[in-house]
Every structure is written in C-alpha cells, then in structure tokens.
C-alpha cells in the first residue's frame, strides 16, 4: 500500500504535536477511517519530511512528529509554466500533471485571446482551488517541495515574472517556429508560454519576442493548449532536468 502523505505547513520540529486542518480531519477519520496511533507521512512544502501518529478528538486531529528529514526529489531545472487560462476543467489538469513533472512555478495568465476571464472573488476562488490541486499532487506524487501558484496574471506581468530564466519558450501554432538547439551549457532554469485556444496576438508574440522567449515547436503536430506544457516539461525534463542523463 502507498504511504499516505499529508501536507502540514510550518517549520516543525521532532517531537511537536501538530494540529490537522478540518479537511484532513475529516479525510484521515472520516473517510479513510484510520484509528488513533496510525502512522503518516507528513511534509511542509520546503523538503521537511517526518513520520508521525495521528490521533483524533472529536471533531478534531493531530499529529506527533518523529524524526526529522530534509530530503529532496526535485529536479536540478526550475521550470516556470506560464499558461493561459483554460476552459472548464483544462487548468485543472495542466495543474495537476505540472506538479506531477516537477515543476517550479506556475503563472495562470490572462491574455487577449483568451475565452476564461475571472475577476475578483472568483478569480481567488480558482487560485486557491489550484493550491488545494498542487497540494493533492505533491502528496500522490512524492513531492516535499511545493512549487509557487501565481494568481491569475495580466500577460505583461507574466512576462516580468520570467525575466530570470535562463531558457525561454514560447509555443504557438501560428507563429514561425524552429526546432531550438541545446545551449552550449545546460540552463539551470527555464520558462514556457502558452497560449490559449485562440492563440496568441502578433502583439502579444511580438512582446515575448522582446522577453527573451524564442518561438519554439514540439512537432509537426498542433497541440491542445493544455497538451502542450505536459510536452514542453517533459521535453524540457528530458534534456536539462531529471528525466536526463545529466
């Protein structure tokens, strides 16, 4: 059976009792049903792993911290995805499967084109909603590191945010593309843009030209726009990051 992980924010310590959120309450005791004594795998998002034995109240839970690790399983790349706001669920499952692929950061951009515009309330329910799917993903997939969720971000903001990045994509149907090359030395980080369903403007590829993103191609084949970063990771993890024999 897959150790059950669960995250636990904060800097703990061995030994400390630490409280569950009203949600893992209710998952751990009430779905899963585990009994007091049980043990889990907890981790605080910044590569702070421990055991520990749950115990429940009545409508609460803690958990008692054993032994300490720091342990890792990141990738040596940092991988920005700045992505296009999706229809209905798309996000969601590019969310998902970008954690699952190591990446470091995700930024959900606005853009001309673009069919979902949220705003407000509803824009911070749908950040948050990421959030909560980064933290399911790093639980079911190893992760002790939790990557940065932007909120939903004006396109010219994106473009800021990447400016650090050593190696930058941007991936477009319609533009004029050219299969790139690997720098003489592997980058220690990269950002990918993707468009939405409408695609980019000349404008808006215009501006990532002059970000430092070079138009790239994944093939002779046209992507959905939430196919193409699960490709463009994978691509990238292959050459420079953990899928790679470097």
């Not at 981790?43 to 054993?66: D, H, T």
């Not at 501006?207 to 691509?235: N, Q």
Request: aromatic share 6%; glycine share 8%.
């Amino acid at each position: 059976m897959r150790a059950l992980r669960v995250y636990l924010a904060g800097n703990w310590q061995s030994g400390e009792q630490v409280p569950l959120l009203p949600a893992q309450f209710n998952y751990l005791k009430n779905v899963l049903r585990l009994s007091d004594g049980e043990r889990i795998t907890v981790f605080n998002g910044a590569n702070r792993v421990a055991e520990g034995l749950v115990s429940f109240e009545k409508r609460s839970g803690q958990v008692l911290l054993g032994k300490i690790d720091e342990h890792s399983v990141e990738s040596p790349l940092l991988t920005h995805l700045i992505q296009a706001m999706g229809k209905g669920e798309k996000m969601d499952w590019v969310v998902q499967k970008a954690v699952e692929l190591g990446v470091t950061r995700i930024t959900p951009i606005t853009t001309q084109r673009s069919v979902v515009e949220l705003k407000g309330e509803r824009a911070d329910k749908r950040h948050n909603r990421f959030i909560d799917i980064t933290i399911s993903a790093c639980e079911q997939s190893g992760r002790n590191f939790m990557p940065t969720i932007d909120p939903i971000t004006p396109y010219p903001q994106a473009l800021i945010l990447a400016a650090s990045a050593e190696l930058k994509w941007v991936l477009h149907p319609q533009i004029t593309a050219t299969k790139t090359h690997p720098p003489a030395t592997p980058p220690r980080s990269a950002a990918v843009l993707i468009g939405p369903e409408g695609g980019f403007t000349e404008a808006e590829i215009a501006a990532a030209g002059d970000a430092g993103f070079a138009p790239t191609t994944l093939g002779p084949r046209v992507l959905r726009t939430e196919t193409a970063p699960i490709v463009a990771l994978t691509a990238l993890q292959l050459r420079f990051g953990d899928f790679s024999a470097r």
